[in-house]
């Protein structure tokens, strides 16, 4: 649904050659992804623009919501979890998240922890703690701890019953600890924080992101979370075989 950094692509008052690109894979909303399994529906993070995202992708409907940390580019949009709420006939939404994620919640939309939303078309959320491995009739989504600065981020691998076939979302990391490795290793889609050229102190660069890509070994990789220093078409020639930058709007079929 997104795949940009906190600030979005085009960087608001930036004349950069990617920020004012024709290229519409150059055109960046703030990260999320939106996974169905086995007709499950499961929302991951919901950005600034999340409203615009599902009118673009048609997101209809989701079963439950998994908000990876509290940083504003994956928290901001959660308000608009409302119109969900009413899809489900006026009940909360479980909202999966780690210690930090639920303390965020409660500061920014303390209005929304109810059994049910107080008026129609208001959120209401019912917060869980992300376990290690929800198992799920149509599949199981597994979680890990990913550093992130000053705070961990829930890393995901989604593996569906029918197929068998597993999905990794690792956003939002400076590193992929072994045990994560492990947890994604040869999956068929391997989705990682990839920010931009240059070394961050919280987020993986690019070269660091194909490097942990090498590690997990996945059928093909994506990278999300992209800066106005990366440029679609220029990047895509130079990245190494099985890695490709995601882009807004991409739908992948496992
Ligand atoms: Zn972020
Ligand atoms: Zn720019
Ligand atoms: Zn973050």
């Given amino acids: 649904m997104g795949t940009g950094t906190s600030q979005g ?4 008052a930036c004349d950069c050659a990617v920020c004012t690109s024709a290229d519409p894979r150059n055109r960046r ?20 623009e999340f409203r615009l995202q599902c009118l673009r992708e048609k997101i209809e409907w989701m079963d439950f919501f998994i908000l990876t940390h509290g940083h504003a580019d994956h928290i901001s949009g959660m308000d608009d979890l409302r119109r969900f709420c009413d899809l489900l006939g006026g009940a909360a939404l479980t909202v999966y998240t780690t210690d930090d994620g639920m303390a965020r919640v409660l500061a920014m939309f303390p209005y929304t922890i109810s059994e049910r939303p107080v008026n129609t078309g208001y959120a209401a959320f019912k917060l869980l703690q992300m376990p290690v491995a929800l198992e799920l009739p149509q599949g199981t989504i597994r979680s890990t701890l990913l550093p ?5 981020t829930l890393g995901l691998v989604f593996e569906e019953k029918s197929s068998g076939r597993r999905f990794a979302y690792y956003n939002d990391c400076k590193r992929i600890p072994r045990e994560a490795v492990a947890m994604a290793k040869g999956a068929d889609v391997v989705v990682l924080d990839g920010l931009r ?7 993986m660069n690019i070269d660091e992101a ?4 090498a ?3 996945g059928v093909s990789t994506y ?4 800066t106005h220093r990366i440029d679609h078409a220029e990047w895509s020639a130079k990245l190494p ?3 490709q930058l995601a882009y807004d709007g991409l739908r992948l079929k496992l």
């Fill in 29 to 48: 909303t703030r990260s999320c992804i939106h996974v169905v399994m086995d007709g499950l529906h499961v929302q991951v993070d919901a950005a600034p």
């Fill in 9 to 12: 692509v085009p960087m608001i």
């Fill in 148 to 152: 992130h600065g000053g705070i961990n």
């Fill in 210 to 213: 194909c490097a942990a890509a």
């Fill in 241 to 243: 075989a099985g890695v």
């Fill in 215 to 217: 590690e997990i070994g």
């Fill in 197 to 203: 050229p240059e070394a961050h102190p919280t987020h």
């Fill in 223 to 226: 990278l999300t979370h992209l």
